[in-house]
């Protein structure tokens, strides 16, 4: 069997899973782009509905339009709430989604706004998105450490069934979060400083601790955090395979953060407004996008590599379907 027909294999059997998007949340979101993913063959999109720049009122207006949104095209996209119903989507050709928080500001101070957000499908939420809130530090920020806000925080995502995300969050509160937490956790798109020493990505050391949870973490498709001005589908597999000789194959995933190619340009005017949250020392140039449609040729790229079959299908989306149906309530 050649590589073109073992990858179709596998992205026909498994769940091809992208566990956050990159796109501006906003109400003017042309959601009609989702089908970017839709003819990508991507089966379940974490779709992000707010983070800690912009305030609390915004998440929940996005939150409530994107629902919309999506609940009105039942022929194309379901928002699921459980790993059966995404393997149920994915056999009737239609896009599985939940969304997602960046940063606990959304919260408003209230341990209460976590059972709101997740009743309405919220099913994964990071600490911090780049500088300090109520709950811990940001990657950018002086990193306090986890708060007693923060350890309430994730007593709660853990009772209602969450992701507990700590992408964009600090070092210091990413360790004391996998310490404290009995749950596994997730960077849900971070990518190895080994490999690109952005302020954004993480050491081998949380790295090793967030396998050590038992999670996984999410390799970023964005030139900036995966190096050498590259986004090309041999980039990704380096940092994949890096993650996989580090931490083991069970513990990586996909999370490429890609946005709306109308909003890219948008994107980087807003980056560039607000060098509070992305220093410009960090973020300087224009950043370029992996695209969903290179989930194949990743595929591909992982067997002609040597990759077992059964290691390929974890980082594709078995590994985050597993996480889903222990976590997830």
């Known amino acids: 069997m050649n590589l073109q027909t073992r ?76 790993a059966d119903e995404i393997l149920a989507a994915k056999a009737q050709g239609k896009l599985a ?8 500001n959304a919260l408003d101070g209230r341990i209460e706004m976590v059972e709101f957000y997740h009743g309405l499908g919220v099913r994964q939420m990071l600490f911090a998105y780049n500088r300090n809130n109520l709950a811990g530090g940001g990657c950018h920020d002086e990193d306090p450490g986890l708060t007693a806000f923060g350890r309430q925080v994730i007593d709660e995502m853990n009772r209602l069934g969450m992701f507990v995300d700590v992408s964009h969050t600090g070092y210091r509160t990413t360790m004391d979060v996998m310490e404290y937490t009995d749950r596994p956790v997730i960077f849900s798109h971070s990518n190895p400083k080994a490999l690109c020493a952005h302020g954004r990505n993480i050491t081998d050391e949380q790295i090793k601790a967030c396998a050590r949870t038992g999670g996984i973490v999410g390799v ?8 050498e001005a590259r986004t090309d589908s041999e980039r990704l597999a380096d940092h994949v395979e890096y993650l996989i000789d580090l931490a ?41 996008y992996s695209a969903p449609a290179q989930m194949k040729e990743l595929t591909e790229i992982l067997l002609r590599r040597g990759q077992p079959e059964g290691a390929v299908r974890d980082v594709i989306g078995g590994n985050f379907m597993r996480l889903a149906r222990e976590i997830w309530k």
């Open 7 to 82: 990858a179709r294999s596998i992205l026909d059997s498994e769940v091809v899973w992208d566990a956050h998007s990159g796109f501006m949340p906003d109400p003017a979101a042309d959601l009609n782009n989702l089908r970017i993913w839709r003819d990508a063959g991507v089966d379940y999109l974490s779709i992000d509905v707010g983070f800690d720049l912009l305030p609390w009122e915004m998440t929940v207006t996005n939150l409530s339009c994107f629902r919309h949104w999506i609940l009105a095209r039942p022929a194309d996209y379901v928002l699921v709430s459980s």
């Open 248 to 288: 083991g194959p069970r513990h990586v995933g996909i999370g490429l953060d890609h946005a709306f190619p109308v909003e890219i340009e948008g994107i980087d005017d807003i980056i560039a407004s607000n060098p509070h949250f992305w220093p410009k020392r960090e973020y300087a140039g224009e950043t370029t």
């Open 97 to 104: 989604v939940t969304f997602d928080i960046e940063g606990m």
């Open 220 to 227: 970023v498709g964005l030139s900036r955090f995966l190096g």
